[in-house]
């Protein structure tokens, strides 16, 4: 039965949520400013997430990667944090949390990644 619901947490929910999505961000009336560049004038790291998550649905991975360069981190980062939050809290498996758990080092590599890009893209 757990395999059932590994199969379903993995795969169909978010196929489901791709498939709802399918046609893009489109369809929703507003789509959220950035508040740092209005303020600022400067492209804060997320600036153009929106726009690449909307390309990587209608499947223009270019496209998304032009919008934003670490849209394929973040995307990468954020299935993680999924697979972990099911691993720990819905099926309670401890070995995965020990063993695969976020380090402090991937913590300070992944804020410091997002600091430089903040800071080239905006040379």
């Keep these: 039965m757990r395999f059932f619901y590994r199969i379903l947490l993995y795969a169909v ?57 670490l849209i394929y981190l973040y995307l990468g980062v954020l299935v993680y944090i999924y697979v972990l939050l099911i691993e720990s809290y819905i099926f309670k498996n401890e070995r995965f949390m020990q063993k695969c758990g976020f380090s402090n080092g991937f913590a300070v590599v992944f804020v410091l990644s997002i600091g430089l890009f903040f800071i080239l893209r905006n040379i």
């Design 13 to 69: 929910v978010p196929l489901g949520i791709i498939l709802v999505f399918s046609q893009g961000l489109n369809y929703f009336p507003v789509m959220a400013t950035c508040s740092i560049k209005n303020y600022t004038g400067w492209d804060c790291p997320g600036c153009g997430g929106q726009r690449a998550i909307d390309a990587l649905i209608k499947g223009k991975f270019k496209e998304a990667f032009l919008y934003n360069q």
